[in-house]
């Protein structure tokens, strides 16, 4: 009985270890999604006043103070949980390819600012749909799915973005968007809030590995 017992636990052992070296999915796209998911829902446990000055950042790595951020930190602070600095990226972008970022019309920049480029939505939409796949925008919940990337235009041109995630309302069916639009990283059922302007899929730089 003993010496059974001992190969039972031998064989559970093994099992727990094979499962363990196994990727969950064998998807890496899908597994990648899957942490930014979680990294962006993680991100409504934080207390964050809604500060939009702007604010001197160390380069790369640099943040805001860690209770204060607009919409954009938010996509930020997600992806840097999953090894992607989006002011690395945006920067290194915008320097290489300064005509096509709307910072010098829009903003009246005559250069590129690590500390701000990749903090702007407008910014974002032109990286994203340079560096990661622009998708269709569509009145179907359906088509999007967790992991995108939604930006909307809330009235008067003012831009916003969120992150679409794996929890569903059950008035609506839909899944919840992580955003924070002056109250802090919220969970909440606001796809079709205002007018979407942009949607996307980013899985980080090439030397990440997925694609």
């Known amino acids: 009985m003993k010496a059974g017992l001992t190969t039972l636990g031998a064989f559970f052992l093994?099992?727990?270890?094979?499962?363990?070296?196994?990727?969950?999915?064998?998807?890496?796209?899908q597994e990648?999604?899957?942490?930014?998911?979680?990294?962006?829902?993680?991100?409504?446990?934080?207390?964050?006043?809604?500060?939009?000055?702007?604010?001197?950042?160390?380069?790369p790595g640099g943040d805001v103070p860690a209770d204060t951020g607009v919409c954009?930190?938010?996509?930020?602070?997600?992806?840097?949980?999953?090894?992607?600095?989006?002011?690395?990226?945006?920067?290194?972008?915008?320097?290489?390819?300064?005509?096509?970022?709307p910072s010098k019309t829009?903003?009246?920049?005559t250069r590129p600012d690590s500390s701000i480029d990749h903090r702007r939505v407008p910014?974002?939409?032109?990286f994203f749909s340079r560096k990661g796949e622009s998708l269709p925008i569509t009145s179907r919940a359906e088509d999007y799915?967790?992991?995108?990337?939604v930006t909307w235009d809330l009235g008067g041109n003012v831009p916003h973005i969120g992150i679409v995630v794996n929890v569903k309302s059950r008035e609506s069916g839909r899944?919840?968007?992580?955003?924070?639009?002056?109250?802090?990283?919220?969970?909440?059922d606001v796809l079709f809030a205002w007018k979407i302007t942009g949607h996307y899929r980013y899985f980080g730089p090439p030397e990440y590995g997925v694609r």
């Open 72 to 101: 954009t930190d938010e996509i930020i602070r997600a992806y840097r949980t999953v090894g992607v600095d989006l002011q690395k990226e945006v920067h290194e972008d915008i320097t290489k390819n300064w005509a096509v970022y």
């Open 175 to 188: 899944f919840f968007i992580v955003h924070n639009i002056g109250r802090g990283p919220k969970l909440e």
């Open 145 to 149: 799915s967790p992991g995108d990337l």
């Open 123 to 126: 910014n974002l939409m032109v």
């Open 14 to 29: 093994v099992a727990c270890c094979l499962a363990q070296s196994k990727p969950a999915s064998g998807n890496p796209r």
């Open 32 to 59: 990648f999604l899957d942490k930014l998911v979680a990294a962006a829902i993680e991100r409504t446990h934080h207390s964050v006043t809604y500060v939009s000055s702007y604010v001197h950042l160390d380069y």
């Open 106 to 109: 829009k903003w009246g920049e």
